[in-house]
């Protein structure tokens, strides 16, 4: 059997035709910057994450980049977020010319700490943190209840990477009513990317916000500060959603739902999986809490609804397992190998600090595959051979 880490094909055989159809009339009707296939997808991202106000941009990377350029994030400022993310999340950080700060990540979700954002901020004496980037990692919110208690605590505004994580739910820390990811911070940024859970036909991205003028800069910038054409009082970029982007982006929005629904379900089968077998009790493989599953059984324990970007489980002898899995035509993948705080590109620029939760992380983690179509025998043939590899 051949198992994929995701099959981009499949979904597309189910929407192809409307797909070119609608791609064929955002190319007849010759208006191919902005236009209504954009504003359209504002409207309709930004009301499915009950937000006020949607901005789309070039792609996740250009949304984070936009929103601390709105923020005014420059040199000698700060940025306090994780050292477990993808490599966009520190480097708008250093593309303002800002400096990264670094709090831990809990070992069970690998999101942000809060404990060690604390104190961080504590001794944030010179109130060089201008911005609180927390990342809702594999598509599960980071803690944002504690974080945006210290955000108004310290009064730093909270830019969401939700990149991953469009949909993920979190109940607002006074009514408890489940939020959206993206619409709890200031603003949330998203990624259009292929692999993510929606996903274009190439890069793309959006803002959401509830402030209104802060989507208004959003929008001067993403269009290289003008306002009005050719009067720049900013500096922005061309950070602009392409009109094709948009429309196929339309078009799978009305199926993300579902597909966030056989992602978790996967994710749940792949729980019962492990259950059965002695791997998780050996402590040789971790898999994704349980806990994390349901709205309704969450009660006491962990507040998430999580939408599985990714199911990442923490595994003994990473590296063997990997080159076995492939061997037996399984698809897997490191997210991600390095942490942050360890990239070279840093070496010179900020002293090197023990972050062992995410160096730990970064050892030891492996994404197989979630992806909505993935079968339950897949999933058997995974969970399968995995055991096999330690029984070998
Ligand atoms: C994908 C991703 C981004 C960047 O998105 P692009 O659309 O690829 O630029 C940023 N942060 C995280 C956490 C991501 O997973």
New binding site residues.
Partial sequence: MKVPLLDLGIQLQSMREEIVTAVTNVIDSTTYIQGPEVVALEEEVASYCGAKYGVGVS??????LVSLMALGVGPGDRVLTTPY??F??MGVVLRCGATPVFADIDPISYNIDPQAMQEILAGDKEKSIKAILP???YGQCADMGAILTLAAEYGIPVIE?A??AIGAEYPDVSSGEWVKSGAMGLAG?F???P??NLGGIG???MVVTNDSAFADLLRMLRNHGAEPKYYHSRIGGNFRLDPIQATVLRIKLKHLEQWHGDRRKNASHYNELFAQTALVQDKRVGVPTAVYLNKANEAGGNKNYHIY?QYVIRVQDRDALIDWLRSHDIGCEIYYPVALHEQECLRGLLDKEALPNAELAAQSTLALPIYPELTPAMQEYVVEKIVAFYER
């Fill in positions: 792609s996740g990377t250009d949304a984070l993310s993808f966009a999340t990342v809702h990692l990477d990149a991953q940024c990624s259009f990317f692999s993510k890069d793309g991205g970007n």
